[in-house]
């Protein structure tokens, strides 16, 4: 099945550790993205890439880090420098305007990362 | 200043009737594309239409129709004959072309349909 595949669903950090998010697509999309996601909230963008080997900040990138290696991949990892870490993290991918189906973003399911 | 406005943070509509939630954006860019997602109690967010800014009807999908005013900027979601299972947050987003092409979205419609 085609789709975004996001690992944990559920993740409990402990204060002062870094923890990595997973996000791998099958869609053979350029544009990866990550979000977070606050109680009642709306969604917020932490980092982005439309290519491998590059990637931008979004609005909260402080305390975040991404790597872009491949093209199916786009790991975040949360670090010790976020201070208030616990939230719902959201992995995305689209191609890009222009490009068959470029109109449509595509989700994962989630993760819950909880700092304990 | 926002770029996503949804002023409604919860709304009730009784079981079959139409809603409309409303949904405002800011951007100086010609190019951009307006979506809706439909986020349940799940956590997944379920695309639900796309309304690009050169497009000149109104998009529809099935129950949902976007009301687009660009001289307005405001692009409306219209729900029709509602179910119990429409129950869940709603979420507006903007994609501007030159912007990186990332998604902005709003702060969410809580919709709740009544039986």
């Known amino acids: 099945d085609g789709g975004i595949t996001q690992s944990p669903k559920y993740l409990f950090r402990k204060e002062g550790q870094n923890v990595t998010l997973s996000c791998e697509q099958n869609?053979?999309?350029?544009?990866m993205y990550w979000y977070r996601q606050d109680p009642g909230q709306g969604l917020r963008l932490i980092y982005y890439?439309?290519?491998?080997?590059?990637?931008q900040k979004g609005d909260i990138a402080e305390g975040y880090s991404v790597s872009r290696e491949k093209k199916e991949s786009f790991p975040l990892t949360v670090t010790s420098a976020q201070k208030n870490p616990t939230a719902f993290y959201l992995c995305?991918?689209?191609?890009?305007?222009?490009?068959?189906?470029?109109?449509?973003?595509?989700f994962g399911e989630g993760s819950w990362l909880t700092v304990v | 200043a926002q770029k996503i406005t949804q002023t409604q943070p919860g709304m009730f509509v009784q079981e079959k009737e139409a809603v409309t939630l409303d949904c405002t954006y800011d951007?100086?860019?010609?190019?951009?594309?307006l979506f809706w997602y439909k986020q349940p109690s799940s956590g997944e967010m379920i695309f639900l239409i796309y309304?690009?800014?050169?497009?000149?009807q109104n998009a529809t999908e099935g129950r949902y129709s976007l009301n687009f005013q660009k001289a307005r900027k405001s692009a409306n979601l219209v729900i029709s004959a509602s179910q119990l299972g429409d129950s869940a947050m709603y979420f507006c987003?903007?994609?501007?072309?030159?912007?990186?092409?990332?998604?902005?979205f709003g702060g969410g419609t809580r919709l709740m349909v009544k039986p």
């Open positions: 995305a991918s689209s191609s890009l305007p222009g490009q068959v189906t470029g109109n449509t973003i595509y």
């Open positions: 869609l053979n999309h350029d544009a």
């Open positions: 890439s439309q290519i491998v080997n590059d990637f």
């Open positions: 951007t100086s860019d010609p190019s951009y594309g």
């Open positions: 309304q690009g800014s050169y497009d000149q």
């Open positions: 987003a903007m994609r501007e072309n030159n912007a990186g092409n990332m998604l902005t």
